[in-house]
Each structure stands twice: as C-alpha cells, then as structure tokens.
C-alpha cells in the first residue's frame, strides 16, 4: 500500500492535548474532531490540509493522555500517514486501532520540510521525498498490523474475519 500528499510539519512532544484540545473532547464524530485537529498549534492546518497529505514530526509524537481523539481528528482531517522520530506508545497503538498508518523514521524527522511532496509504501517502509530528490528507510509494518490498517482500524478488520 502507497501513500502520497504534501508536508506539513510539526517539532518535537507535540501532545494529544495540541492534536486536539481537551475543549472539544465533548463529541467522538470524527468530522467535527478534524475540524478542530491542531487549532492550537497551527489555526490554518484544517484549511491547508488535502486528503492524503503526510503530518510529519520530531520526537514522542502523540505524547499526553491515551485518547483516541488524537489519531481519529489527524486522520478524519484527510492525513494519510505520519512520520515522526518517535512516536508516544499509547498514540501509536491507538494510531494503529484506528487505521492511522504511522512510521518511525529518525533520518525523514530531521530532514523533511513543510511542503515537500513525499510517496510512503507501507509494505517496506521505504519514505521516498520527491521534492529533494531523497529515500529514507523507516520501520516497516508486520503483516498483521498492515491488515489493520488496511481494514481502517481493529473493529473493521476482526468483523472482517
């Protein structure tokens, strides 16, 4: 599976809190999350966001409380996947419940930049930045989580079974 879109670019510790302020935790309709995903950080993100653009980010990406609302308003507002030095474990597993393709890439954190254009293939892990002209060789997905994330998310994929 390939993915490819614009950068938009964050720094390090960027927290659920930013990702989606605890303000709006007061729906679990991933529409009305993805309009309010980043408004702290970045006010324009939602109106510059298209879908299947790529978030890109430094270390402990998704760190702060375990809520789910933080993946499900990245991925609602049209983010095909996030690349990140490190990611929060409890994000990155929430990341992969929900159908978030994310990848661990130390080498793409440090050297993409906002508005480069990048293709991802899920299937080797391979991050290809065609605006630099650059590959990067990020954690490849197990099989079984490519699953799960192809189905959109864990329920999708046991009720596919």
Known sequence: MKVSGIVHR???????????????????DPKE??????IDIDKDFISRVKPGDIMVAGKNFGCGSSREHAPIAIK???????IAETFARI?????????LPIIECEEASKDIEAGDELEVDFDNGKIYNLT???????????????????????INYIKQK
């Open 10 to 28: 964050y720094g390090d510790n960027v927290d659920t809190d930013v990702i989606i302020p605890a303000r709006y935790l007061n729906t679990s």
């Open 33 to 38: 999350l993805a309009e309010k995903c980043m």
């Open 76 to 82: 609602a507002s049209g983010i095909s996947c996030v």
């Open 91 to 99: 994000f990155y597993r929430n990341s992969i419940n929900i159908g």
């Open 132 to 154: 630099k002209n650059k590959q990067y060789q990020g954690q490849a997905f197990p099989e079984f989580m490519q699953r799960i994330i192809k189905a959109e998310g864990l």
